[in-house]
């Protein structure tokens, strides 16, 4: 492995090289999900969810503390969010088919948090109007995964403005520059929208305990790139009378070419929502494998599914029953399994799940009044 690959980037908005997990747990200071919080999660959910099984939800802050609230009691609520810089892809799906089940299990109230602002300050290709578009766009698939009408509060920050600017503000008011600059890598010419934006980020972590005087522990299940949001948010928060939020941090679904994670500004490496299932199965052909360059040498040599991204396609997403997991690994380690048939069989796989997604979409455009947070008039 050459140095550049081994070196990568992690940051709300950059995800670049091979990822090293544990590495990023020592920098980032969180903790790794251990069996006895998966045990404790058992306890109270029956089964685990195999993206908890899998470790692909692998590390967290505070997670056992949220636990010891809920057994003392105490109900947390969710808090989640998107950036809609453009279409939903199947990566942002797992932190919210993962919430989605944390609603469930625990029957608590999620929060859901449209950037439409932040990605209009981050991409200078993008208007306003555009990424208020997509915040609609991207609730579709949110409202499509299946959360709860009555517990589910998604709002834009543009439009939601009055309830949450206030908030930010007495956030903010406890920020520097220099903090901001130090986690997040600003400088002299980020424009001050970038700078202001952590607080607005961080507001949602206190909704219910404004909205409904009570100090409600807070629970946010995300990739692991958010992570530094929260780290200031942490700090802030005993000095508003807060709890701090707790964290559950995803891995990535990766890139379906080599190495990085499936992004939006990639379109080859991502699969999106709204792909025809044509382009999908095209998309998944062309992907790069852990497979040899031939099927002689397949044969010979076996693949590597560690670094395939049709393998993982298949551990996070499209593959939970156990024996065939286990079965595609060993069939790829051995070189039974030729890359073109393993990629045809998730083809389809995906195709069925596009098709069934896009029904659940077009439904949720009636829905949407139903989950939509606004500002008392
Ligand atoms: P955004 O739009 O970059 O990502 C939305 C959610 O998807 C996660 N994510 C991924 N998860 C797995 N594999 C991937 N390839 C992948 N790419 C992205 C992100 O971690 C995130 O959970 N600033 C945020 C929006 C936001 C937010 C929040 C996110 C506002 N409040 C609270 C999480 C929690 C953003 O731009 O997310």
Excluded at 23 to 39: A, N, V, W
Aim: with cysteine.
């Amino acid at each position: 492995m050459s140095q550049d690959e081994r070196e990568f980037v992690v940051t709300p908005w950059e995800v670049r090289g091979e990822v090293d997990y544990e590495k990023l747990i020592r920098d980032f200071g969180t903790s790794i999900i251990t069996d006895e919080i998966l045990e404790r999660i058992r306890k109270h959910t029956g089964d685990l969810h195999p993206l908890l099984k899998r470790k692909i939800f692998f590390s967290h802050r505070d997670f056992d503390w949220i636990l010891n609230r809920y057994e003392a009691g105490e109900k947390f609520f969710l808090y989640t969010g998107r950036g809609p810089s453009g279409h939903t892809h199947l990566g942002h799906l797992i932190p919210w088919i993962f919430t989605k089940y944390l609603q469930e299990e625990f029957d608590v109230e999620l929060y859901f948090q449209m950037t439409d602002d932040e990605k209009f300050l981050h991409d200078p290709k993008l208007n306003l109007d555009e990424a208020t578009g997509y915040a609609y766009e991207n609730a579709l698939d949110v409202i499509a995964c299946g959360f709860d009408p009555k517990k589910t509060f998604i709002f834009i920050d543009t439009e939601y403005a009055k309830t949450l600017y206030k908030i930010a503000t007495k956030f903010a008011k406890h920020v520097t520059f220099s903090t901001v600059k130090a986690a997040f890598g600003f400088d002299v010419s980020t424009n001050i929208g970038l700078i202001f934006f952590p607080s607005i980020q961080a507001a949602p972590c206190f909704f219910p305990s404004v909205l409904k005087g009570k100090n409600t522990p807070c629970l946010i299940p995300a990739a692991i790139d958010q992570s530094v949001y929260w780290r200031v948010a942490r700090d802030v928060a005993p000095k508003l009378s807060f709890y701090k939020p707790a964290e559950i941090h995803s891995k990535f679904f990766p890139s379906l070419m080599k190495g990085g994670k499936m992004s939006a500004s990639e379109p080859e490496s991502a699969i999106f929502t709204v792909d025809s299932p044509e382009l999908a199965e095209s998309k998944i052909m062309n992907a790069f494998t852990g497979g040899q360059a031939t099927i002689k040498e397949q044969k010979e040599k076996g693949g590597n599914p560690k670094i395939c991204p049709i393998y993982h396609y298949y551990s996070i997403l499209f593959e939970w029953d156990e024996k065939k997991m286990a079965e595609i690994y060993e069939n790829c380690k051995s070189g039974c399994l030729i890359c073109g048939d393993d990629k045809q069989r998730l083809a389809e796989k995906v195709r069925s799940f596009l098709i069934e997604h896009q029904k659940k979409r077009e439904k949720a455009r009636d829905m949407f009044e139903d989950f939509i947070l606004r500002d008392p008039s």
